[in-house]
């Protein structure tokens, strides 16, 4: 990681995620393997002297102490030698409670707040002590939607403006994608890959990364002299790089358009469902050779172009794929 | 202890906190009122204990004797007055830890429920 950027580590359950940020954390230990902070090995440094900060899924607030004494906490630990004096301590906890917007809460109890302020006063805590890396755990998991977006774009407002450098768990790929510079996808206990946003969008290096992240169609089709057939559009498998034989097309809900006549190319297709969702229309199709209905987005004056309705008779082209061997089963 | 789980534990390391210093600031204080009340308990339990310590105990004057055991020997030995007296005290005993334990619960019972998560 560079320093100032947020990362994402993304995945499923299980993936190993939380693991890994545990060892980075010195919260957990490596059976091998080594994490270095600016090139040096921390493994026998006490998590003091790493200078890292957790914010935990569960906040995990000291629940006998105000909020106040709860930022405070990493301030008063330190060793005599290093610790500050109370009045600028207490003078630091005021600035970090003006900085989580939470001025006048210094007296209350965890108990006595809300989700969002918890977290809040949970994110203050671990900046008391200046951390060079902060790590988040699924950081608003716990929270209902709303708070999540707001305290998702604040939480990036804050990293810019301190220029920390964060590294965050999710198993929200929204999320991953909305928030970071950065995304590690993981499988596992592997990294399957790591690029910014866009490009593990685009240009998912694996399966698992494409169904993961997104909304994503899947089609199975054969590669035949350098070339496979999806959705009735051609394309080269010769970028890929794959082999002749049976293949996996994946195709985004976006990259497909639907036609009401079929020009050169089109697969014809019934529409089952519209969902009208905001922003975008969700238009769900059957088609004949495919089992699965197949799902495309349009934007809202695309759809009301088309006339989108149950029971119409459609068109579908691909415009754009990926391409990966069959799974062997 | 269990049921609080150690997040907060957690926590205090990732803080800097030596294993001493969470110990004394964030285990302790979360579970003091159920120490006092396991405390107490016990306290009235070994106050009362007679069969099986008078067995183990080797019954010993003046080394391994206890109240309970020494109202027993002052009986045994005609001196009622004396162990009247004994007995009342620990009666007396008994009803003090009793009134520590309604106090207990009385003050602090719904932090002793709330701690339990």
Redesign the interface.
Known sequence: MAPGELVALLGPSGSGKTTLLCLIADLDFPTSGQVLFGGEDTFRRHARERRVGFVFQHYALFRHMTVADNIAFGLRVKPRRERLPETVIKARVSELLSLVQLDGLARRYPAQLSGGQRQRVALARALAIAPRVLLLNEPFGALDARVRKELRRWLRGLHDRMGLTSLFVTHDQEEALKLADRIVVMNRGRIEQVGAPGEVYEHPASPLVCEFLGDVNRFDCVVAGGRASVLDSDFAAAVTGLADGPAVAYVRPHDIEIVTQRSTVGLPAIVRHVADAGPLVVVELGVQSIERPVEVMLARHEAAGLAMQRGLSVFLRARRVQLFLAPIH | MQKQGS??E?????????GL?TFV??TL??FRWALLYGVLLCNARAMGEFGAVSVVSGYIRGLTNMLPLQIEILYNEYAYTASFAVASLLALLAFVTLGLKVVLEWRWGDELA??RR
Not at chain 2, 10 to 15: F, I, P, Q, T, V
């Open positions: 997040d907060e957690e926590a205090a390391l990732s803080l800097g906190a030596s210093a600031r964030v204080p979360n709330a701690t």
